[in-house]
């Protein structure tokens, strides 16, 4: 009994320690590539216009709370378009002389990470949390999709901004900020709850509007975007 105690105290040992290899790998690599040429790597989240419209990417000092490890090993070894219209859409949305809305100077992530790689960055990025987020608070299991629909749409116009699935594999709405289309593989359910329910504590001038929504509408959203899955 003894014997399988320590073989089993010394198997959590390793894998603790291992885990703290790779995430201090990971920062190694970060700091390396220079990710914080674009990404504000530590809090707080700046607190001006005047210092939003000067942001290149977004914040990733709450990874952690934020995303999927899974989407964010993949993700760094191929970056897509998450923001049709970049990371702060005023900076690259112009009219023309004909007055029709053109989007320039977009471009992806340029983070181009090795598998490796990758996976040590991503155990790094997953320990940035922040420390006051409920967890456990999301709910996720059966909702109305119609009902769902209704509010993101027509209630609260969320598809003015963000993009969806809708009927079928139709991908539509607003460019002014990250798609939902692949919400599901790459959010935690418990971030995106916090985050409609207020998302100036996350980023205090973002143009996110906040709304007083209860907990059954917060569910049902945080629902229905959990569901949006690109494959
Ligand atoms: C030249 C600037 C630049 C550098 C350097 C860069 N990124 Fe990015 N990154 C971006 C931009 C811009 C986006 C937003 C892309 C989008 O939304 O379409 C982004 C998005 C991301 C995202 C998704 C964030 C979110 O909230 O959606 C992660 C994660 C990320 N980058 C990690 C990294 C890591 C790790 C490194 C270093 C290995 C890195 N980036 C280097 C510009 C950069
Ligand atoms: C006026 C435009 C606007 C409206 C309307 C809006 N949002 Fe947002 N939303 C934003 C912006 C801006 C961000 C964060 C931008 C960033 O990360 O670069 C955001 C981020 C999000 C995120 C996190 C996405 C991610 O990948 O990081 C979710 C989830 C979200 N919104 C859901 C909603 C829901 C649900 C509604 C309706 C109740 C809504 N939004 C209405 C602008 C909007």
Same mark, same amino acid.
């Given at each position: 009994m003894k014997r399988i105690l320590f073989t089993f105290l010394v198997a959590i040992a390793l894998t603790l320690s291992f885990h703290q290899v790779e995430a201090a790998d990971g920062k190694a690599i970060v700091d390396g590539k220079k990710c914080a040429g674009c990404h504000?790597?530590? #809090?707080?989240?700046?607190?001006?216009i005047a210092e939003i419209n000067k942001r290149k990417a977004p914040d990733l000092f709450y990874a952690g709370s934020k995303f999927q490890e899974a989407w964010l090993v993949g993700f760094l070894q191929n970056p897509i378009t998450l923001r049709p219209a970049g990371t702060v859409y005023t900076n690259h949305i112009k009219a023309d002389d004909k007055e029709v809305d053109r989007i320039s100077g977009v471009t992806p992530c340029a983070s181009k990470l090795s598998a490796d790689e990758a996976a040590a960055v991503a155990t790094y990025l997953m320990s940035l949390k922040d420390a006051n987020m409920k967890t456990g608070v999301a709910k996720i299991g059966k909702f109305s999709k119609p009902k769902a629909k209704k509010v993101f749409g027509?209630?609260? #116009?969320?598809?003015a901004c963000h993009k969806v699935i809708l009927r079928g594999k139709k991908v539509k709405g607003g460019i002014s900020c990250p798609t939902l289309n692949n919400a599901g593989d790459r959010l935690n359910p418990d971030w995106v709850y916090s985050f409609i329910n207020d998302p100036q504590y996350w980023d205090p001038k973002v143009w996110m509007p906040k709304r007083e929504l209860n907990d059954a509408t917060l569910q049902l959203l945080t629902n229905f975007i959990m569901t949006q899955k690109s494959k």
């Open positions: 504000q790597m530590a #809090g707080p989240a700046v607190k001006t027509k209630d609260e #116009g969320c598809n």
